[in-house]
């Protein structure tokens, strides 16, 4: 992984420093949706060993997707550290949904990423640029000052719906943009917590990943599962998430035999967690770059 440049530390002009910072902070977007990708079993998800609940991608769609985005992070992230305004950041965000479709032949793969990690690369953009320490709190104050736009801005009533957009109508909940004009508690409050616990008592850093995507699915309102299924699959993989976890986790003998079995049936019933997903490459993002500084 690149090395933080040296340019953050030795004062160069600012137009190197930002491009710079940008290319760190695009790499370890990128590493984050792989790694989310990597992680097995988790339920429903498509992995490097199968393709979930899914019958129309699987993790070569995922990668193409990857390439596709490399720029769009980066491009975000210098927007962030020029403080752009949320409808900058939004168009970006739209630009990189097209390219992202055109190089999966029309499969969403990361529009939710896109939205979630976008904003957490610009925010990191605005935060390492000002030399500030990347903690938690910086993160969530920086996303703050976008919360007026993420509650105002348009929906364009010609654009298809999106699942988001179909879940809030038929189920009155808030989805990603509630959760970020909220702050990510999800993030901060749960994932990350999850994962520090974790990795403070194991060196398996994928048993400890694992371990925090489970905490956000027994906490998350997951609008995937509330498309696929409506609240029965959330209520389900929820409650499953909860019950793994009270019976210790990754800490108990034999976890991945019943962290298999419930990807197994959640496959059956086709049910897949993308919201949690791209909540947990939000929290491997913040701790990549926490553990750098």
């Not at 004062?11 to 949706?33: D, E, F, M, T």
């Not at 703050?144 to 189920?171: K, M």
């Amino acid at each position: 992984m690149p090395a933080w440049p040296a340019e953050a530390t030795a004062a160069p002009p600012l137009r190197v420093r930002r491009g710079a910072l940008a290319q760190c902070i695009a790499v370890r977007a990128i590493r984050s949706l792989h790694a989310e990708l990597a992680l097995y079993p988790k339920p429903g998800l498509v992995s490097l060993r199968d393709r979930g609940a899914h019958t129309d991608m699987d993790a070569a769609t995922f990668l193409r997707s990857m390439t596709a985005l490399r720029r769009y992070f980066a491009d975000i992230a210098t927007a962030g550290a020029d403080d752009a305004t949320f409808d900058e950041l939004r168009s970006l965000g739209i630009d990189a949904e097209r390219r992202m479709l055109v190089a999966t032949g029309g499969v969403n793969t990361h529009r939710g990423a896109i939205f979630t990690l976008g904003l957490f690369a610009a925010a990191a953009g605005t935060i390492l640029t000002r030399a500030l320490d990347p903690v938690d709190a910086q993160f969530v104050d920086v996303i703050g000052g976008w919360r007026a736009a993420l509650t105002a801005f348009p929906v364009d009533a010609r654009a298809p719906a999106s699942h988001g957009r179909v879940v809030a109508r038929d189920h009155g909940v808030g989805g990603a943009r509630a959760e970020a004009a909220s702050g990510f508690p999800a993030v901060f409050r749960v994932g990350l917590p999850a994962l520090r616990s974790a990795l403070g008592r194991t060196d398996d850093v994928q048993a400890a990943s694992l371990h925090a995507l489970f905490a956000l699915l027994a906490h998350v309102t997951d609008t995937n599962l509330l498309y696929r299924g409506g609240r029965d699959a959330l209520d389900y993989v929820r409650g499953n998430a909860r019950t793994f976890l009270q019976d210790g986790g990754v800490f108990a003998n034999g976890w991945p035999e019943r962290a298999e079995a419930l990807h197994r049936r959640c496959v059956v019933r086709r049910f897949s967690p993308g919201g949690s997903a791209d909540l947990w490459s939000a929290c491997w993002f913040v701790h990549q770059l926490q553990q750098r500084a």
